[in-house]
């Protein structure tokens, strides 16, 4: 398996990915250190010398160990990406990435409780590494967190790709005045002067041209900025539906008639602009 070098949008990604990892873990362990010393105050009572240090070390470490074993995710993904055509391959690789991450953790926990629990408390600590219990109470947890950290990553990155690719479409229509469209799996250059108008159809948009029509995958909004780059004029006519300046012939109190014959309708909130046209 050859490794897949890190491009700068997974990179810009990945640290967008870091910074919601790391505000999670921090509010997760204020909260986790904060409910435990709640439930020391509600059993009432003398506290044990430590015991409260004790508790925030527990979580502290735990909280410390998993920021460090993290950053094994986005080098996964690096060298085993995700796809929904390859996901089901994948699942040895990531049970594997899982195991890593889970014995990480614990072992990186264990160790720092050894290393400060001789400073806050007496006696000495011990986890039970050579019982089955303590291993999966605590791999029980891990897998919720390790399943939550990859979706952040995966999601980062995937939004990342598609903030790209829009950029890369707005620049492609003001050089080319086309637009680059997503279309059944594939992409479709359609020249943004053909456009006659597009209605809102679920997730996508229908957009008619005058030699037939497309669904593409994308929001009006975004169609009417791709079209403005490109230095057509779009009409916006409906929530659900616009047009170009040049194909619209009239307007009238509940549609508009366009070059074609087609007849929209024309929303109330919109009619007010509609009606500066000259």
């Keep these: 398996m050859t490794k897949r070098t890190q491009n700068p949008i997974d990179r810009r990604a990945d640290l967008h990915s870091w910074v919601i990892v790391l505000v999670f873990l921090t509010l997760s362990l204020i909260v986790e250190g904060t409910t435990e010393q709640m439930e020391i105050a509600r059993q009432g009572g003398p506290h044990e010398p430590g015991s409260i240090t004790a508790q925030w070390l527990y979580e502290a470490s735990s909280h410390i160990a998993l920021i460090a074993v993290a950053a094994l995710i986005p080098i996964w993904l690096n060298r085993f990406p995700l796809s929904l055509s390859n996901w089901g391959r994948r699942l040895p690789n990531y049970a594997a990435a899982f195991l890593?991450?889970?014995?990480?953790?614990?072992l990186l926990m264990v160790a720092m409780r050894h290393a400060v629990w001789p400073f806050i408390a007496q006696g000495h600590y011990d986890f039970g590494l050579l019982r089955i219990e303590p291993w999966a109470y605590e791999m029980r947890k891990d897998?919720?967190?390790f399943l939550s950290m990859l979706g952040v990553f995966i999601t980062s990155r995937h939004i990342a790709v598609l903030d790209e690719e829009r950029r890369a479409a707005r620049?492609?229509?003001?050089?080319t005045g086309r637009l680059t469209l997503k279309s059944g799996g594939r992409q479709i250059f359609v020249p943004a002067n053909e456009i006659v108008h597009a209605s809102a159809a679920g997730n996508y948009v229908e957009v008619h041209t005058e030699s037939g029509r497309h669904f593409v995958r994308l929001t009006l909004s975004e169609l009417q900025t791709l079209l403005s780059e490109a230095g057509v004029e779009p009409v916006r006519l409906h929530r659900s539906h616009l047009t170009v300046r040049d194909h619209l012939r009239d307007v009238g109190p509940t549609d508009a008639n366009?070059?074609?014959?087609v007849r929209l309708p024309v929303g109330r909130s919109y009619r007010t602009g509609l009606q500066t046209l000259g």
Excluded: K, W
């Design 100 to 106: 890593l991450f889970t014995v990480g953790h614990i």
């Design 143 to 145: 897998l919720f967190t």
């Design 171 to 175: 620049e492609d229509a003001q050089m």
């Design 258 to 261: 366009l070059s074609t014959g």
